[in-house]
């Protein structure tokens, strides 16, 4: 019995991974938040890595959504074509390159002092109030990027540069990501789905770093509650993402990130004032 409460721990965990990771509301916030109802009975150790490590399974699902747009090997695409997607890739690495840097250079010292509520209810808040404020000031601006595919090689790196923001818990990855995206030039539409391809290298270095430090600090094998927690975990989060990638790319064809701005300001509240209650 106990082993089959965590495994629908394990699912629930994915859920919320999936629906948060890709909608800029900052999937931390909430982990950090479902923690403190839902609690896996493993090791601090190892909910450490799966946190990050559950992310895989969004990856996943970005493969499979655009692996027709992605794929430079696309039968179905002309030399022109393949060349874009190549281009494409290299704005991906650009963007990419600096939050690796500063996320393998300091991830012990940002799990140490910043994973915690009160700077992720502030990041909650303050991103919230700037989203706000950019969709109002912006309401009316003609975009000159309106696809990924338009992005020069030094606009890439500017977008990277504000994904660096992300690595501070509740700021959001993609929330960083699509505000530094607008600030410089580029369409709401544009800017999720070029959060969407930055994401699957900077997730899967984030996992695989997680899991190389788990190794190397000497928690060599899973348990069979971990192994199944994880194979839960990712695989909820894999399918609940792909509903998710798909309600916000028809999301932002019609409407503005305002609403998000306004449930972070929410939620925000929402953790100070249920952590300052029980403690």
């Not at 990771?21 to 900052?26: A, K, Q, R």
């Not at 915690?116 to 969709?135: C, D, H, P, Q, R």
Request: glycine residues 8%; contains cysteine.
């Amino acid at each position: 019995m106990d082993f089959i409460f965590e495994i629908l721990k394990a699912f629930f965990i994915g859920v919320v991974q999936g629906i948060t990771e890709w909608l800029p509301v900052s999937s931390t916030g909430h982990m950090i938040l479902f923690d403190e109802f839902v609690k896996l009975d493993v090791s601090p150790e190892f909910m450490e890595m799966f946190r990050v490590v559950i992310q895989l399974g969004s990856i996943l699902a970005v493969v499979v959504m655009y692996f027709g747009r992605l794929n430079p090997w696309n039968p179905a695409k002309s030399p022109l074509e393949k060349k874009e997607t190549w281009n494409l890739w290299l704005k991906i690495v650009i963007a990419a390159v600096s939050a690796a840097i500063v996320g393998i250079l300091f991830d012990d010292l940002l799990d140490e002092y910043l994973y915690n509520y009160v700077v992720v209810a502030a990041m909650l808040i303050l991103y919230g109030v700037v989203f706000i404020v950019i969709e109002r000031r912006n309401k009316n601006k003609v975009y000159r990027v309106t696809e990924a595919e338009g992005l020069t090689n030094m606009t890439a790196f500017k977008i990277g540069c504000f994904q660096m923001l992300s690595l501070i818990p509740g700021t959001s990855r993609s929330g960083s990501t699509i505000i530094g995206s607008m600030c410089v030039g580029v369409s709401r539409t544009a800017a999720a789905e070029f959060s969407f391809f930055l994401a699957l290298p900077v997730m899967l270095g984030a996992s695989m770093l997680k899991i190389a430090k788990y190794i190397l600090d000497g928690a060599v094998a899973f348990t069979g509650v971990e192994v199944m927690t994880m194979i839960v975990g990712i695989l909820t989060a894999f399918v609940v993402s792909l509903v998710s990638l798909k309600f916000l790319v028809g999301f932002v064809r019609r409407h503005s990130f305002e609403v998000f701005g306004w449930y972070r300001i929410a939620l925000g509240a929402a953790v100070i004032v249920y952590f300052l209650a029980t403690r």
